[in-house]
C-alpha cells in the first residue's frame, strides 16, 4: 500500500477510535470514583456496564490498529527503524495490557460489585473488601496501561518529527499528549482516579489528543506519496 494510503487509513482509525471510546466513556457511570461505597452502588445499578466496556474496549484496539498503519507507512520511508520498532513494540504491550485491564474493569468488578449489593449481614462487608481488593488491582492495571499507551503515542510523535512524514510540529504535539498521559498513569499509581494532576490534566490532555489525531488524518487525506529509502530500493 502507498504511503498516503497507510497515512490516511492511520487517521481514519485513530480519529475512528477516539470518537467510539468518548462515547463509550461518556456512557460510562462516574463521580466520586475513589469513594467506594458510592460508585459501586452506581456500577450494580448500570445494566449496560459489560457492553459499555466492550465498546470501550473495541474503540482503543482500533486506536492501536491506526498506530500499527502508521507503522507501515513509516517503514516505508525506511528511517529511524529502530524507533519505529520500539513503537510496534508499545503498541502491542499497550493491546495486552488494554485487554487485561477490560477484564478486570469490565467483567471482575461488575461482577463483585453485584456480589457486594445483593449480599447481607456479615457477607456485607466481606463482599466489599472483595470489591475493594479488584479495584485496586484495576488501578494497578490501569496505571501500567496508561504509561504504555503513553510511551506509544510519545514514540509515534518523535517518529513522526524525526522522519518528517508529515508536519513536524504534529509529532511533537504526540510526544506531548504521550508523556502528559504517562504522568496521568503515575498519578494513578499514587493517588487513584481523583487525583488532583488527573483532574487538571484532563482537558489539555483530550485537546493534545484531537489535535494529533486529527492532524494525522488531513496529513493522509493531502500529502503526497514520497517513496524514503526502503521504497527507493
Request: proline residues 2%.
Amino acid at each position: 500500500m502507498a504511503e498516503r494510503t497507510l497515512v490516511r487509513l492511520a487517521g481514519g482509525l485513530l480519529v475512528g477510535g477516539f470518537v467510539v471510546n468518548l462515547i463509550a466513556t461518556h456512557l460510562h457511570p462516574a463521580g466520586k470514583d475513589d469513594i467506594h461505597p458510592v460508585i459501586f452502588a452506581k456500577y450494580a445499578r448500570n445494566d449496560g456496564w459489560v457492553a459499555i466496556h466492550l465498546v470501550q474496549f473495541a474503540g482503543v484496539v482500533i486506536v492501536l490498529a491506526g498506530f500499527l498503519a502508521l507503522y507501515r507507512a513509516l517503514r516505508l520511508r525506511g528511517e529511524s527503524p529502530l524507533l519505529t520498532l520500539c513503537a510496534l513494540g508499545a503498541t502491542l504491550a499497550t493491546a495486552a495490557v488494554w485487554a487485561v485491564l477490560q477484564g478486570v474493569d469490565g467483567v471482575a468488578l461488575k461482577q463483585a460489585v453485584d456480589a457486594w449489593a445483593n449480599a447481607s449481614g456479615a457477607q456485607k462487608g466481606i463482599r466489599f473488601a472483595d470489591a475493594e481488593t479488584v479495584r485496586w488491582v484495576e488501578w494497578g492495571v490501569n496505571t501500567y496501561f496508561r504509561l504504555l499507551l503513553g510511551l506509544t503515542v510519545a514514540l509515534f510523535g518523535l517518529a513522526i518529527a524525526r522522519t518528517v512524514i508529515m508536519a513536524r510540529w504534529l509529532g511533537w504535539v504526540g510526544v506531548a499528549a504521550g508523556l502528559l498521559y504517562m504522568a496521568t498513569g503515575v498519578a494513578v499509581g499514587y493517588a487513584g482516579f481523583e487525583s488532583g494532576f488527573g483532574d487538571a490534566a484532563g482537558i489539555p490532555l483530550q485537546l493534545l489528543f484531537v489535535v494529533f489525531v486529527v492532524g494525522v488524518l488531513v496529513a493522509g487525506v493531502r500529502s503526497r506519496d514520497v517513496a524514503g529509502p526502503a521504497a527507493a530500493s
